[in-house]
């Protein structure tokens, strides 16, 4: 019995010590760290239930810092600080807000839907593969619409090859096409329009100096050279043609030309009975062969080109030849004077192109065969250009023929007529307003020669 009543002795005292520290907390046996974080925990709960909810209130920020109470949304683009002095959040509109027209279209009150779904990191992943998955979908579908437009614009390169394979195309060198072309001309077989297109072809090329002097290596030239002596005036012409463009500032071509005689082949054209258009062609080869090159220049004097000119100029309907005679003399004596006077700057006593230059007594022959009287009488022609070229031809004639052109009445009254008629001509130019006109400069050129032979 002593023990059964000390059982029930210890559950009463138990009883009342349980009841005791229910109804005073404060004297309960808790654990005062662990009860102080559960209620933190709790509050905080409760804060987040709050502000998770559904719908937030919408904060309208202004350009002034607001403080920001809890359970407003900001709208997108506002500028939030915290103050660290009050510890409050602060909002207000950035100085250029993009949203200012939606933010004054808004109603006071209007509540803000927030989604507050979350994605797991295996979601993103999954709509990341299936963004590159369609991208890659769109990609393919692209470049099979590209390859398609590709394959319908062009052909594969192996039919191209197939084609030309089948046409016999072969890519030729410009040295290869000379060569057959040169063959075509020179063929007895050939017709006469078959070797007229072949010179016409021919010099397109020859205008390159390195395809001029190529001509000249495999013996081309000098086939050319020999179509100077055809009885058929169109294949003097073209061959003219031809050497002209492959004569024109080529000093290799050039020697082996004079060398192989097209120098008297093209004064025996001038000088018989031929085409007006053969003779311009071979006045255009006579020129390119002679510009800076004195010692074709003296070959000239030798074989009486001057002579042949002079008759040229004097038939009746060469007045087109006579100006571009008149413009080749004119050249002529104008290139011996830059090299000399470039010789006595550079003072250079004995080189060998000054010593040709000097073996070449244009002036005095030019005196001897009477082209002062001639050149002052081209005067006449009616055209301006004409005109020009003569009175530069003049003027660097005056040395030599000053005596000439003083004793010439002839040329006097003609001198006294242009200026006239080129004194209105200024005038004109001057009222439209041009200060350095045409004919001003040819008034001037008058003007000098009458001063020189006052």
Not at 17 to 42: D, G
Request: net charge negative; charged share 25%.
């Amino acid at each position: 019995m002593a023990p059964l009543g000390m059982l029930l002795g210890l559950l009463i005292a138990f009883y009342f010590t349980f009841c005791f520290s229910h109804q005073n907390p404060e004297f309960a046996l808790t654990n005062p760290e662990k009860s102080t974080t559960k209620e933190t925990e709790r509050k905080e709960t409760t804060a987040e239930e709050e502000l998770d909810s559904d719908d937030l209130e919408v904060f309208y920020p202004s350009h002034e810092w607001q403080a920001l109470r809890p359970g407003q949304a900001v709208p997108a683009g506002s500028h939030v600080r915290l103050n660290l002095q009050t510890g409050a959040r602060e909002v207000k509109l950035q100085d250029e807000d993009k949203f200012r027209d939606t933010l004054k279209g808004s109603k006071k009150g209007k509540r803000l839907d927030i989604n507050t779904n979350t994605y797991t990191s295996q979601d993103l992943k999954s709509a990341l593969a299936k963004f590159k998955e369609g991208a890659e979908m769109e990609s393919s579908k692209e470049d099979k619409e590209r390859q398609a437009e590709v394959k319908r614009l062009f052909r594969p390169i192996e039919e191209l090859k197939k084609d030309f394979e089948e046409l016999n195309v072969v890519i030729e060198t410009d040295m290869q096409i000379m060569v057959r072309l040169i063959n075509k001309f020179n063929s007895s077989s050939s017709t006469l329009e078959e070797k007229i297109a072949a010179l016409f072809d021919l010099e397109y090329y020859v205008h390159q100096m390195d395809n001029a002097q190529d001509l000249l290596s495999f013996g081309g030239l000098q086939v050319v050279i020999n179509g100077l002596n055809s009885t058929e005036p169109l294949v003097k012409e073209y061959a003219a043609f031809v050497l002209g463009a492959a004569f024109s500032s080529n000093p290799k071509v050039q020697v082996e030309a004079i060398e192989g005689g097209a120098l008297q082949k093209l004064l025996v054209i001038l000088a018989t009975e031929q085409p007006l258009t053969a003779k311009k062609k071979v006045l255009f080869a006579l020129c390119s062969l002679l510009r800076h090159f004195p010692y074709a220049q003296q070959q000239f004097l030798k074989l009486g080109g001057l002579q042949v000119l002079r008759s040229l100029v004097q038939q009746k309907g060469t007045e087109v030849l006579a100006v571009r005679v008149v413009t080749l003399l004119y050249d002529l004596v104008t290139e011996k004077m830059f090299a000399e006077e470039e010789a006595e700057l550079t003072r250079e006593t004995s080189p060998e192109k000054l010593q040709q230059y000097r073996q070449v007594h244009l002036l005095p022959s030019l005196r001897e065969q009477g082209w002062c009287e001639i050149t002052a009488h081209l005067l006449a022609l009616p055209e301006h250009d004409a005109r020009e070229k003569v009175l530069q031809t003049l003027g660097a004639l005056l040395v030599t023929c000053r005596d000439h052109y003083h004793q010439d009445p002839q040329l006097s009254r003609m001198l006294a007529s242009l200026q006239d008629e080129y004194q209105v001509l200024a005038a004109l130019e001057l009222q439209d307003g041009e200060d350095e006109g045409y004919f001003r400069e040819l008034l001037g050129s008058i003007n000098s020669l009458l001063k020189e032979l006052s």
